[in-house]
Every structure is written in C-alpha cells, then in structure tokens.
C-alpha cells in the first residue's frame, strides 16, 4: 500500500492564484482530514470528511474548499490564493472511529507571493 | 484555538538521557494520542491512550494520563540520536465526531550524539 499520497510537494503561487492540492488513500478509510502547519502553531484543522460525499468545516476553513466525491479522493482546492496561505498543507486519514489513529501524507509546501 | 498545550516547547538532552514531555488540554476527551514529525515530514502516531486508562507502555515509551488534572506525560527512555523529532499530543473529544482529532503546538526534541 502507499498509505497517503499528496501531490504536489512543493508550489509557488502569486496572489490571487487558484490552485488544488491533491491527495488520495489506498486504505479504504471513511475519515481524511486537511490541516495546515505555521511555524509555532502545530497543526491546525481545515477542512475534514467522514465519508463520500460529506465534508465539513474545521477550526480554519475560511479560503479553502473541499469535495469527497470517492472514498479514495480528498482534494483541497484553494480559491484565490493570498501570503496569509503560505504553509505546509498535510493530508490524514483513518478509519472510523474515535480511537483511530491517523496517518499523514508527506506534505505539501504553499509559498503564496 | 489549540486544544493542547505541550511543555517544554523545546528540549535539549545527551544521548542515553530520557525525556520527558507534558501535554495539558482543555475539555473532557475519549483518548489522547502521540505522534512524532521528522523535519520536513508527516506526522507518525506513536501511543494512543484511552480516557480509562492511566498508563500505556510501548518499546521505550511511556505514556501517562491525569484526566483530572487534564494532562499527559510521554516519556522517552534511552533516548537515542534518531529520536530528534518534533512530538504533537492531540485529543479525541467526547463531543467531536468520529475520528477528529485536536492537535497541541509541540515539542521539539534534539538529542544530541
């Protein structure tokens, strides 16, 4: 298994850019997670869905989008792109349940100019 | 708003030394997990450990938990060069859905050879 793939890994954006981060699990897990990671501030929760069709908002959704049309998929698409996005985007999925553990993808570094 | 708070945020130590770092959280949780981050890499769970439970070993960690003083301690013994990692609790809630989890800021860990 691959476990949780993110693509790209790198990505420069001027202001105002659109722009999708990709990520997708081969471990059939209902639960993926979109979060973001600044320096000092750990990692915060963007976006989450708990199974196809079903997103919902986390602690810092304002600018970003999402859609769970497969089980597989998860992108976050980023609609007119601005400095304050600039971050380490990791995707994480598990399997349903609250004591689940998550497992990341390796990431994906936004420089927004 | 980080549901976690990890202390020291910083941590410097020889080799063969053991470290110890605390994490306090805020509301009632069903179980609070460890997880490490390499530089520049995803998160990889480490230790989960269930709200009725006070302490959970594996391999050179110990993981304990005062749901009544609303922290956790992760204890890495015989610590090693390959240790230096960043290390992040997070909280399953009693109130959040399925697998969201709440991640603190971290420590970061520098064991030196």
């Known amino acids: 298994n691959a476990g949780v793939t993110q693509t790209p890994k790198f990505q420069v954006l001027k202001t105002g850019q659109s722009m999708t981060l990709q990520c997708a699990q081969d471990?059939?897990?209902?639960?993926m997670s979109w979060y973001r990671q600044d320096p000092g501030m750990g990692l915060r929760l963007i976006h989450y869905s708990v199974g196809a069709g079903i997103t919902d908002q986390g602690e810092v959704p304002n600018g970003y989008n999402v859609s769970r049309s497969t089980t597989e998929d998860f992108p976050l698409r980023l609609l007119s792109a601005a400095p304050s996005q600039t971050s380490v985007y990791f995707c994480a999925s598990s399997g349903w349940g609250r004591t689940q553990t998550q497992y990341f993808g390796p990431g994906t570094r936004l420089l927004v100019l | 708003s980080q549901q976690g708070e990890e202390d020291p945020q910083a941590l410097s130590i020889q080799e063969g030394e053991n470290a110890t770092m605390n994490c306090s959280y805020k509301?009632?949780?069903?179980?609070l997990q460890w997880y490490r981050q390499n530089s520049g890499r995803g998160l990889v769970h480490l230790i989960l450990?269930?709200?009725?439970?006070r302490e959970k070993h594996s391999g050179r960690l110990r993981v304990t938990l005062d749901t009544s003083k609303k922290s956790s301690s992760l204890l890495i013994t015989a610590s090693r060069a390959a240790d230096t990692a960043s290390y992040f609790c997070a909280t399953g809630g009693q109130e959040t859905s399925g697998s969201r989890l709440t991640f603190g800021e971290g420590t970061q860990l520098t064991v030196n050879p």
């Open positions: 471990m059939n897990h209902e639960y």
């Open positions: 509301t009632s949780i069903n179980n």
């Open positions: 450990i269930r709200s009725n439970e």
